[in-house]
C-alpha cells in the first residue's frame, strides 16, 4: 500500500516560489507514475503535473508550464513540485497522487493549502 505525504505549501507573494514535496512509503515511487493536482473549493480537481514512471517523460497543464518543475529524488522516494512565478490563480490545495503503470490515480496524500497573496 503506498502512502503519500505533502508538504511545502504556505502563504506567498504573488512572483514568489514554493517547492512542495511528496513523501512515498510503502512501495517504491520511481516504478509509479505520479501527479500533482490542485482543488479550490467549488471547483473540479485539476492535473498539474506529472511525471511517468520508467522513463520519467513530464506534464504540464498550459497554465503553469514555463513555471512549475516536477522531479523525482528516487534515492529518498519523493517527487517535488517547484512553483515559480506564483500567481493568484494557483491559490489551492495541492495533492500528490500515484498511480501503478498503465494504471488510474488510486493513491493520493492528504493535500498541502496553497495561497498566493499579498
Known amino acids: 500500500q503506498v502512502q503519500l505525504v505533502e508538504s511545502g505549501g504556505g502563504l506567498v507573494q504573488p512572483g514568489g516560489s514554493l517547492r512542495l514535496s511528496c513523501a512515498a512509503s510503502?512501495?517504491?515511487?520511481?516504478?509509479?507514475?505520479v501527479g500533482w493536482f490542485r482543488q479550490v473549493p467549488g471547483k473540479e480537481r485539476e492535473g498539474v503535473s506529472c511525471?511517468?514512471?520508467?522513463?520519467?517523460?513530464?506534464y504540464y497543464t498550459d497554465s503553469v508550464k514555463g513555471r512549475f518543475t516536477i522531479s523525482r529524488d528516487n534515492g529518498k522516494n519523493w517527487v517535488y513540485l517547484q512553483m515559480n512565478s506564483l500567481k493568484p490563480e494557483d491559490t489551492a490545495v495541492y495533492y500528490c497522487?500515484?498511480?501503478?503503470?498503465?494504471?488510474?490515480?488510486?493513491?493520493w496524500g492528504q493535500g498541502t493549502p496553497v495561497t498566493v497573496s499579498s
Open positions: 497522487a500515484a498511480r501503478k503503470p498503465s494504471g488510474s490515480y488510486e493513491y
Open positions: 510503502g512501495a517504491t515511487l520511481k516504478w509509479y507514475g
Open positions: 511525471v511517468d514512471e520508467g522513463d520519467g517523460r513530464t
